[in-house]
Structures are given as structure tokens and as C-alpha cells.
């Protein structure tokens, strides 16, 4: 999981599919607020992975579609 620049567009393009999946997501919050829930950081050099929003109720699906975009953006 190194820091590939394509890696993070990579990774947020990934959320906006998830978010249009789920239609209901729309009516709940926005896209870029959905995409925002899941600030990348890392240490050192390393991408860690996103930890489920405190500020929003995700259902569990939704979040590990998350964790399998993230998976795949970042090996």
C-alpha cells in the first residue's frame, strides 16, 4: 500500500460508485460529504485504512464495500 498518486482519485472514484448504489444514501447526505466521511492518512508512507464513521450510522454492507474500495486502491 504505497502512496501511488492515482491511488486516491482511484480510491474516491470508488466511494461515488458506492454511493450511487445506494440510493438511499442521497437522501441522507451528499456525495462529497460521503466521500469526505473517509479521510485517507497515513503513516509511515503507508495508507491506513478508513475506521467507520462516528458522525454518520453506516449499515455494515455499505461499509465493507468501503473497506474492499479501499483494498483495491491501495495494494
Do not use: C
Not at 442521497?26 to 503513516?43: H, T
Not at 474492499?68 to 491501495?74: G, I, L, N, T
Amino acid at each position: 500500500m504505497s502512496k501511488d498518486p492515482l491511488s486516491l482519485p482511484l480510491f474516491e472514484m470508488r466511494l461515488e460508485d458506492i454511493y450511487r448504489k445506494h440510493g438511499w444514501l442521497r437522501y441522507e447526505i451528499s456525495m462529497r460529504d460521503f466521500v469526505n466521511l473517509f479521510p485517507l492518512r497515513y503513516k509511515q508512507g503507508v495508507a491506513v485504512k478508513p475506521e467507520q464513521p462516528a458522525s454518520f450510522g453506516l449499515d455494515r454492507d455499505v461499509y465493507l464495500q468501503v473497506l474492499v474500495a479501499f483494498k483495491q486502491s491501495f495494494k
